[in-house]
């Protein structure tokens, strides 16, 4: 399979606990995506990175949220003293460095916080 | 502030009915707009890229179309495996080359 892959699929944790996310994009694409998405609602933007540098983050990233992507290869999203509101779909996407090129999306991880 | 609208909100279709899904957009600029399809407790799925006004594009049973403010997203004769949320997105041409800008989606139901 060559598309965007993400582990876990599912992850439940208590609140307070800290959460780490990985995602491997599509082998040729040096962009890569964190979005997070509630139920009704459409994907919202988190950070992005070009190879390794992370270009922008969103005012939604709090200080609790970081994001790696070392060697600018697979990426983490570690979410630390988890609260319940952390609870969403957190989706990876990758895509080539065009301006107004598709992104490509994974099965996202689904986070629970009880 | 760059926003994306879609309508309806839900929409269910007889297996064979036509029909169109809209999503409004207000950018600063337009680098492309995108369509997804998204499946329950999955990722959102490519559909199709758009550019310019008045560029089209065709997939099977879909069709999308772009103006200056808005873009349809046509469905001819759908059938049951059409049933999924629709999503819209754009990338204003003044703000991050990250980030995509959603829509809320079109949830399609498509009964036999």
């Known amino acids: 399979d060559t598309g965007v892959s993400q582990n876990p699929r599912h992850k439940i944790t208590k609140r307070g606990q800290n959460v780490t996310f990985r995602c491997d994009p599509i082998s040729e694409h040096n962009r890569l995506y964190w979005y997070r998405q509630t139920l009704g609602q459409g994907p919202e933007f988190l950070t992005y990175?070009?190879?390794?540098?992370?270009?922008?983050k969103s005012r939604l990233l709090s200080d609790r949220f970081s994001a790696e992507r070392p060697k600018g290869s697979f990426s983490t999203l570690e979410i630390q003293r988890t609260e319940q509101g952390d609870s969403a779909m957190y989706l990876c996407?990758?895509?080539?460095?065009?301006?107004?090129?598709?992104?490509?999306f994974g099965q996202g991880t689904r986070l629970t916080v009880v | 502030e760059d926003q994306v609208t879609q309508s309806p909100e839900a929409l269910r279709l007889q297996e064979g009915e036509s029909s169109s899904l809209n999503c409004s957009y207000t950018v600063s600029g337009l680098r492309g707009l995108f369509w997804y399809r998204q499946d329950p407790g999955k990722g959102p799925e490519f559909l199709f890229t758009l550019y310019s006004a008045g560029e089209e594009k065709e997939k099977e049973r879909l069709k999308a179309t772009l103006t200056k403010k808005e873009s349809f997203l046509h469905i001819t004769a759908p059938k049951p495996e059409d049933s999924a949320t629709y999503l819209c997105a754009v990338q204003p041409a003044g703000g991050s080359q990250g980030n995509l800008i959603f829509g809320k989606g079109t949830k399609l139901s498509v009964k036999p």
């Open positions: 990175f070009q190879n390794e540098a992370q270009l922008e």
């Open positions: 996407a990758s895509s080539l460095p065009r301006q107004g090129i598709e992104a490509f």
